[in-house]
Nanobody, 122 residues
Framework: QVQLVESGGGLVQAGGSLRLSCAAS????????MGWFRQAPGKEREFVAAISRSGSTSPYADSVKGRFTISRAKNTVYLQMNSLKPEDTAIYYCAARVGYVYATRAQEYDYWGQGTQVTVSS
């Protein structure tokens, strides 16, 4: 069993930065691949980025490529978000899957955090 708690969301102006954190507990964290997803109002949950147990990262969603960076250290996975845009406004969710290799589909993840709100003002 893995428990995930996101933090770091908030209100920021366009062009600003935020760093999201996802603290994991449970004995299997080190063997889990992790991912970040987001869901904007009225839209489906979408993939943002993922990272394998070894630290290799997936291709990023086109909408965040070059601006967001996923990383992991000890029991935490991070999402560094730079050059934020109003269209990045969403609830951001951290997810873990049983397995070493990252995945890009939500249904491939086994555990989810409660989400953290990110709001980017223009």
């Amino acid at each position: 069993q893995v428990q995930l708690v996101e933090s770091g969301g908030g209100l920021v102006q366009a062009g600003g930065s935020l760093r999201l954190s996802c603290a994991a507990s449970g004995r299997t964290f080190s063997s889990n691949a992790m991912g970040w997803f987001r869901q904007a109002p009225g839209k489906e949950r979408e993939f943002v980025a993922a990272i394998s147990r070894s630290g290799s990262t997936s291709p990023y969603a086109d909408s965040v490529k070059g601006r967001f960076t996923i990383s992991r250290a000890k029991n935490t996975v991070y999402l560094q978000m730079n050059s934020l845009k109003p269209e990045d406004t969403a609830i951001y969710y951290c997810a873990a899957r049983v397995g070493y290799v990252y995945a890009t589909r939500a249904q491939e993840y086994d555990y989810w955090g409660q989400g953290t709100q990110v709001t980017v003002s223009s």
